[in-house]
């Protein structure tokens, strides 16, 4: 079975930093790109960063570009993305999500998502 | 970026109903166009990609279709468990967008 598990989440002062992980099962993890995605409470959905399957190629939303840095270790099939000088506006449900298409490059869409993990910036 | 918007924003309907969701790329995406369906509390499910491709799993009931700028979603008999929240998102260029969302409600 296909899975994701997001971890890492929690409670961070404005201007802190936090990373999260996801750790994946059940398929090729180096074989597809992933995205981190977030949800602000009772708000929609945003894509916040992807990165290829071999790390080579990373892709960030214009609100996070240059505070957040997007990674993977193939070898132990983990996600992370470190998250520094957290804002209020960064309080969202973070989710990774695997690419639909098999293959190194970042494809159309995410077909698998994790549970979510939640992330407070407050003080 | 291109910018996703979706019509309704909230949509009443009752078991049974056919109902369609639209979703207008402020560019031309090609048929990269995906919908994903959220019920409360849980992470989004794959519904549509490419516009027209069915997910594994997921019913008949759901299609979707379009190109370019313009695109449906529509679920031809609603069953209880289609009252959620559907996005559409575009593949075509990062930053990858969502539309706002479409709320389906039970009339």
């Known amino acids: 079975e296909v899975q994701l598990l997001e971890s890492g989440g929690g409670l961070v002062q404005p201007g802190g930093s936090l990373r999260l992980s996801c750790a994946a099962s059940?398929?090729?993890?180096?074989?597809?790109?992933m995205s981190w995605l977030r949800q602000a409470p009772g708000k929609g959905l945003e894509w916040v960063s992807g990165?290829?399957?071999?790390?080579?190629?990373?892709y960030y939303a214009d609100s996070v570009k240059g505070r957040f840095t997007i990674s993977r270790d193939n070898s132990k099939h983990t996600l992370y993305v470190q998250m520094n000088s957290l804002r209020a506006e960064d309080t969202a449900v973070y989710y990774c999500?695997?690419?639909?298409?098999?293959?190194?490059?970042?494809?159309?869409?995410?077909?698998?998502w994790g549970q979510g993990t939640t992330v407070t910036v407050s003080s | 970026d291109i910018q996703m918007t979706q019509s309704p924003s909230s949509l009443s309907a009752s078991v049974g109903d056919r109902v369609t969701i639209t979703c207008r790329a402020s560019?031309?995406?090609?048929?990269?166009l995906n919908w994903y369906q959220q019920t409360p509390g849980k992470a989004p499910n794959l519904l549509i990609y490419?516009?027209?491709t069915l997910q594994s799993g997921v019913p008949s009931r759901f299609s979707g279709s379009g190109s370019g700028t313009d695109f449906t979603l529509t679920i031809s008999s609603l069953q209880p468990e289609d009252f959620a929240t559907y996005y559409c998102?575009?593949?075509?260029?990062?930053?990858?967008?969502f539309g706002q969302g479409t709320r389906l409600e039970i009339k």
């Open positions: 990165i290829s399957g071999s790390g080579g190629s990373t």
């Open positions: 490419a516009t027209s």
């Open positions: 998102q575009q593949g075509y260029s990062t930053p990858r967008t």
């Open positions: 560019q031309s995406i090609s048929r990269y």
């Open positions: 059940g398929f090729a993890f180096s074989s597809y790109a």
């Open positions: 999500a695997k690419d639909v298409a098999y293959g190194d490059s970042l494809s159309y869409g995410m077909d698998v």
